[in-house]
């Protein structure tokens, strides 16, 4: 039997990347999707891609009431996933994003969708969820980022680092009102996604790029979307019902400190 049979998701962020490997995982182990995101000619592309088991819906994580219309129309809500977010970076407009040069405007934007994002996401799934006879599933997704500095990145990071804590919240509150409701974070970092073509870019010099950032990673490589939606998938079903208020990284072992090779 699929894992995620008769079950709802709602992903948001869906229109590419780690949202749109999760989509296709999800429907995959059975379950029906709902693909978000405010860019629709990408998002709707997907959903009709993938076939009759997803839908596209424009959803403005920062907008409190696009949330609560869309959990209006949606008649029992079973998965959440909390994936939209930016790094705050434009390549055609550089700005600084460090502690001390970074300006006001920019860390309110990128917390606006990573955090602000995620936390509307959990207030109206909770919502949505306890009225319904099926367990729930909020899985948000953090960074690596949120778990170390990054001096380059203060913004993202920070956003990232209260998801991270803010799942933990979500979880006990659902625990302590008796709800059949959890929530999870994952950390993922370098999984090659769109947000990393500034970096890599799409010339001759692709590949070298790509395995020169690889280089700080104890695996060696990148990590894939498909490789996240697969740990989604767990957190998302029955098998993880004794699951909730946990973190879990996928990094290919950067957190766990340096693989040094011996001579």
């Known amino acids: 039997m699929p894992r995620l049979e008769k079950k709802t998701a709602l992903i948001t962020g869906a229109a590419q990347g780690i949202g749109l490997a999760i989509a296709k995982r999800f429907i995959e182990e059975g379950a029906r999707v709902i693909l978000?995101?405010?860019?629709?000619?990408?998002?709707?592309?997907?959903?009709?891609?993938?076939g009759e088991a997803a839908s596209y819906r424009r959803l403005d994580v920062r907008e409190e009431s696009d949330w609560i219309d869309m959990l209006q129309s949606?008649?029992?809500?079973?998965?959440?996933?909390?994936?939209?977010?930016?790094?705050?970076?434009?390549p055609d407009h550089p700005?600084?994003?460090?502690?001390?040069?970074?300006?006001?405007?920019?860390?309110?934007?990128?917390?606006?969708?990573?955090?602000?994002?995620?936390?509307?996401?959990c207030k109206h799934a909770i919502r949505s969820m306890r009225s319904g006879d099926r367990p729930g599933s909020i899985i948000n997704i953090?960074?690596?980022?949120?778990?170390?500095?990054i001096p380059r990145a203060a913004a993202y990071a920070s956003s990232k680092g209260a998801i991270r804590n803010h799942t933990k919240s979500v979880a006990l509150y659902c625990a302590e009102?008796?709800?059949?409701?959890?929530c999870n974070c994952i950390q993922p970092?370098?999984?090659?996604?769109?947000?990393?073509?500034p970096m890599i870019g799409s010339g001759p010099d692709r590949e070298n790029n790509i395995a020169k950032l690889a280089a700080d990673c104890p695996i060696q490589r990148f990590g894939t979307p498909e490789e996240v939606a697969h740990l989604t998938v767990y957190l998302a079903s029955n098998e993880s019902a004794y699951t909730t208020g946990a973190e879990f990284t996928l990094d290919g072992g950067m957190l766990a400190g340096t693989a040094q090779t011996r001579s």
């Not at 953090?142 to 500095?149: A, L, Q």
């Not at 370098?190 to 990393?196: D, F, K, S, Y």
């Open 177 to 182: 009102e008796g709800l059949r409701i959890r």
């Open 36 to 50: 978000t995101d405010i860019n629709d000619a990408k998002g709707a592309a997907a959903a009709e891609a993938i």
């Open 142 to 149: 953090g960074s690596r980022s949120g778990v170390v500095g």
């Open 189 to 197: 970092a370098a999984i090659l996604t769109p947000m990393w073509d």
């Open 95 to 121: 700005r600084p994003h460090d502690p001390e040069h970074a300006a006001l405007e920019d860390w309110l934007n990128v917390h606006e969708t990573n955090l602000v994002g995620t936390f509307l996401g």
């Open 74 to 90: 949606v008649e029992q809500l079973d998965i959440l996933v909390n994936n939209a977010g930016i790094t705050g970076f434009d």
